[in-house]
Structures are given as structure tokens and as C-alpha cells.
């Protein structure tokens, strides 16, 4: 299921992360085991910000995605499921199907 995951980093932490070099490594590992097929950083909400749109395969993999930003950034996230348009229009062509 394709899902957006965006997370928030604790501004304190990700400082210390970008200073002893943690943060891009956190980033690079997220980038090659979630294979997203997009992947944001800015600012949003007086903080860093983190969005990767990419397919979870199972819930079980939401403690492995999830641990590094806790633990290391003292991040708060949320993940979500997501449509790109042709998925909606696929979605909703099978709803009035049914209707």
C-alpha cells in the first residue's frame, strides 16, 4: 500500500544529528530500505521536516521505519495511506461499479 510517512524531528536532537554527522546517515538508510518514490525535506511547523511517499508492504515493518526517528531525531510522525490520481480514479470507477 502506497503511504505518506511525514515526520517532524525534535529540533534539539536533529542539531546534534546534523553536527556529529547521524542525520545523513539516518536519512541515507531510510532512502535505501523504504525505496520511496519521493522523498521531501524542509521546514513545516517550527521544525525540520521529513516526507517520504514509498509502498509498505506490511505493517510489520512500522517499528523498523519508525525506531531511528524516535530514538536518534526524538522525532513524532504519522503515517498514512495515499492515492496518486490514477489510483483514485481507479478507486472510484470501481465504487460506481458497485453502486
Partial sequence: MRVMLRARLDTQASNEAIKDGTLAKIVES???RLKPE????G??????????????QDSSQLPSIAEPLFQELGAEFEVQPVMTAE???????AWQAQS
Fill in 30 to 32: 531510510m532512502i535505501e
Fill in 38 to 41: 519521493a522523498a521531501y525535506f
Fill in 43 to 56: 521546514p513545516g511547523e517550527g521544525g525540520r521536516h521529513c516526507t517520504f511517499v514509498f509502498d509498505m
Fill in 87 to 93: 489510483d483514485l480514479k481507479k478507486g472510484l470507477a
